[in-house]
C-alpha cells in the first residue's frame, strides 16, 4: 500500500463483496427493471449467478496483428478510408438503421495508439458522427469502444431511429438485434449517405 493512497480493490475482494449481498445461489437482487422504459424484456427475471474471477484476462481475438483478421482484411470492405484510417459496416444489415465502426489501418489498440493518430481520432469521432446523423430520422449516434472482442482498435457509431423512445441509451445495443434487420436496399442507401457526408 502506498502511504497515504487508496487501495484498488481486487477482483476477488470485489467478488466476495458482491456474494454477501448474492442468495444462496450466487444471484444478485435485479435493480428495478421493470420501471426502465427502455429495458428490452419483460416477465420474471433474475440476475445469474455471479462467476467468480478467471487466473487471467481471456486472450482477445488478434492479439498479434500476425493473427488479426483485421490485419489480414484490409480495407476491400471499407465505405471510407484514409491512408490511416478505415470505416466500415457490418457484414450484414441489423435492427438499427446504420452503424459503422472505425479502425486504424495499422495494428494498435486505444492505450498504445501513437500521438498521430491520437491527434486525429477527436476530428474524425466528431466528423463520423455528423455524417451517421446525416442520414435522417437518427435520435442520437451514440459511439462505444468496448475492446473485449477484438484487440485491433474499433470504435463503433450506432445509430438509433428517432423518436422510439424505447431504444435511447445504452439498450439500443440490444434493440439492435431484437428489431427486425433494416431491409437490405434501405440499408445501402444509408451507408452510401454516410460515406458521400465523409466524402464531402
Ligand atoms: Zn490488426
Redesign the pocket.
Known sequence: MAEGGLVAETPEELYHRALAAADAEGRLPLPPVDTWETFPFDGELRARPLLPPLPAEKPRL?ED?AD?W??AQGDEDAIWTDERWLLTPLPEPSGLPVIVILQPRA?HDLGDLPPELAAELGPLIVRIERAVASVGEIGRVHVGRWGDGS??LHFWFIARPARLPQTVGSFAAIWDDILPPTPEPIWRANLAAVAAAMSG
Do not use: L
Open positions: 488478434g496483428a488479426c483485421r490485419c495494428h484487440a485491433h
